[in-house]
């Protein structure tokens, strides 16, 4: 297949990349507008695969997206491209509402005229596959609900609440249109090639600094995390052969207090990096309880089981085989790490096109 990915240099769509391009025969063009959140550093392994091509291009430039989109002749568009960090939408909603609401709309708006111009067995072949968030559910409450695909939205923050304007545009493009769509919604992803404001490399990064290692409230917040390399599979198995109009809810299986995500990050660390810095008996003793964020949502969970069921899809990495990976990862790629925090990244990357 040629496949179209908006938003490939980020976390989930570079993870996304790297396994199509080592583990199928399809086609990839990788089309990012290269915000603070894209590094193309993170493609390094596969910049130069005969099968991969990089476009840098804003979403919402709908001409130029509907030119790319005639030129490239895609046979499915994986829609990753997002604003995501949750504290950045409290300060500033207005990039939120750009990108998750109004890029969507100009993104599905140039699907749909491609589309439209193509023969009846491509039209129906083809694949418009949005990822989305579990935070469109908004928070559970009793201690064994789950959220499932026909939990009634809630979202709390700026960003959710983008992302689920999102989810309901793209749906309506579907009911209205009739353009073949595909949702799914996942919990909290880590893994390799996290941006470093997320919270596992940032207390990664922090703890081996010596700086403090903030944690919000209590800590008691409550998330499914799932490995980004498993969340890539699944995004693989949805595109291929999920059913059209349907959405998928993809979990890790693996629940975590946010304080007890930090302790094990330190406990990782104490027996691979166990020189601290100076002053520094335990890395424990980093943690830091700071004031904690407007509207924060105690607890996500998914029900992942209609995935595992219709698909065959579950996770392969347990939340302890996936951190230490991760722990291990960050430790062996302080160099990537580096150039994000200091911002060469962003300057080695001026001037990149396609």
Same mark, same amino acid.
């Given at each position: 297949?040629?496949?179209?990915? @908006?938003?490939?240099?980020?976390?989930?769509?570079?993870?996304?990349?790297?396994?199509?391009?080592?583990?199928?025969?399809?086609? %990839? +063009?990788?089309?990012?507008?290269?915000?603070?959140?894209?590094?193309?550093?993170?493609?390094?392994?596969?910049?130069?695969?005969?099968?991969?091509?990089?476009?840098?291009?804003?979403?919402? &430039?709908?001409?130029?997206?509907?030119?790319?989109? &005639?030129?490239?002749?895609?046979? /499915?568009?994986?829609?990753?491209?997002?604003?995501?960090?949750?504290?950045?939408?409290?300060?500033?909603?207005?990039?939120?509402?750009?990108?998750?609401?109004?890029?969507?709309?100009?993104?599905?708006?140039?699907?749909?005229?491609?589309?439209?111009?193509?023969?009846?067995?491509?039209?129906?072949?083809?694949?418009?596959?949005?990822? =989305? @968030?579990?935070? #469109?559910?908004?928070?559970?409450?009793?201690?064994?609900?789950?959220?499932?695909?026909?939990?009634?939205?809630?979202?709390?923050?700026?960003?959710? /609440?983008?992302?689920?304007?999102?989810?309901?545009? #793209?749906?309506?493009?579907?009911?209205?249109?009739?353009?073949?769509?595909?949702?799914?919604? !996942? =919990? *909290?992803?880590?893994?390799?090639?996290?941006?470093?404001?997320?919270?596992?490399?940032?207390?990664?990064? *922090?703890?081996?600094?010596?700086?403090?290692?903030? %944690?919000?409230? *209590?800590?008691?917040?409550?998330?499914?995390?799932?490995?980004?390399?498993?969340?890539?599979?699944?995004?693989?198995? #949805? %595109?291929?052969?999920?059913?059209?109009?349907?959405?998928?809810?993809?979990?890790?299986?693996?629940?975590?207090?946010?304080?007890?995500?930090?302790?094990?990050? !330190?406990?990782?660390?104490?027996?691979?990096?166990?020189?601290?810095?100076?002053? %520094?008996?335990?890395?424990?003793? +980093?943690?830091?309880?700071?004031?904690?964020?407007?509207?924060? &949502?105690?607890?996500?969970?998914?029900?992942? =089981?209609?995935?595992?069921?219709?698909?065959?899809?579950?996770? /392969?990495?347990?939340?302890?085989?996936?951190?230490?990976?991760? #722990?291990?990862?960050?430790?062996? *790629?302080? &160099?990537?790490?580096?150039?994000?925090?200091?911002?060469?990244?962003?300057?080695?990357?001026?001037?990149?096109?396609?």
């Amino acid at each position: 297949m040629r496949i179209l990915i @908006t938003g490939g240099a980020g976390f989930i769509g570079s993870a996304l990349i790297r396994h199509l391009l080592q583990n199928t025969e399809h086609q %990839v +063009l990788n089309l990012d507008k290269l915000t603070y959140a894209g590094n193309l550093e993170s493609l390094a392994s596969v910049a130069n695969h005969p099968r991969y091509r990089f476009a840098q291009l804003d979403i919402i &430039d709908q001409p130029q997206v509907r030119a790319l989109l &005639d030129e490239f002749q895609p046979e /499915a568009i994986m829609h990753l491209a997002a604003e995501s960090h949750v504290d950045r939408s409290i300060d500033g909603p207005s990039a939120f509402i750009q990108t998750n609401i109004v890029g969507t709309y100009a993104l599905l708006e140039a699907t749909r005229g491609y589309w439209q111009g193509l023969n009846e067995a491509a039209k129906q072949a083809f694949r418009f596959h949005h990822i =989305s @968030t579990d935070e #469109v559910y908004g928070d559970l409450h009793g201690a064994d609900d789950l959220f499932t695909e026909t939990t009634p939205y809630a979202p709390s923050s700026p960003y959710s /609440a983008s992302k689920a304007a999102s989810d309901h545009l #793209v749906r309506a493009w579907q009911r209205t249109y009739n353009l073949p769509v595909l949702i799914t919604n !996942c =919990s *909290n992803n880590y893994g390799p090639f996290h941006f470093p404001e997320k919270l596992i490399p940032l207390v990664i990064l *922090n703890a081996l600094d010596g700086k403090p290692l903030p %944690v919000y409230g *209590n800590g008691a917040q409550i998330r499914d995390w799932l490995f980004v390399e498993d969340h890539a599979r699944a995004l693989l198995k #949805v %595109v291929t052969e999920g059913k059209v109009g349907e959405t998928y809810n993809i979990g890790g299986h693996n629940e975590q207090q946010n304080i007890d995500v930090v302790r094990s990050i !330190c406990a990782l660390l104490e027996e691979l990096a166990p020189n601290k810095p100076a002053g %520094v008996e335990r890395y424990e003793q +980093l943690i830091t309880f700071v004031k904690d964020r407007p509207g924060h &949502d105690l607890r996500y969970a998914i029900d992942a =089981s209609k995935i595992e069921r219709e698909l065959g899809w579950v996770p /392969a990495e347990t939340f302890a085989t996936g951190l230490r990976k991760t #722990v291990q990862w960050y430790l062996n *790629n302080l &160099d990537w790490c580096r150039h994000v925090q200091d911002g060469s990244y962003q300057r080695e990357r001026l001037g990149a096109t396609e």
